[in-house]
């Protein structure tokens, strides 16, 4: 079992920064890839940015050059620094955790971001 908890979401301008935190407990040690999804009101669920145990990254087209994701493995925390935010990214942002043996995939509870002026 894995628990997320994310943090960070609000309200930012246009233009403005966001970091989001993902804190994983649990069974880290079973965790492959950690990933920030966002799903926006009458929208699919969308992969955001990922990055796995072996540190390799993969972003959405979206957010590419505004969105980095990153890790503090001493913090079990996963990052998601959102830079230059658009009206467009409001959304409210998940975590997820993917697990390799067996399969699974744990969520955290989302987090509200939303870029208005």
């Known amino acids: 079992q894995v628990q997320l908890v994310e943090s960070g979401g609000g309200l930012a301008q246009p233009g403005g920064s966001l970091r989001l935190s993902c804190l994983a407990s649990g069974s880290i040690f079973s965790i492959y890839a950690t990933g920030w999804y966002r799903q926006a009101p009458g929208k699919q669920r969308e992969l955001v940015a990922r990055i796995t145990r072996g540190g390799l990254t993969n972003y959405a087209n979206s957010v590419k050059g505004r969105f980095t994701i990153s890790r503090d493995n001493a913090k079990n925390t996963v990052y998601l620094q959102m830079n230059s935010l658009k009206a467009e990214d409001t959304a409210v942002y998940y975590c997820?955790?993917?697990?390799?043996?067996?399969?699974?995939?744990?969520w955290g509870q989302g987090t509200q971001v939303t870029v208005s002026s």
């Open positions: 997820n955790a993917a697990i390799l043996e067996p399969p699974e995939a744990y």
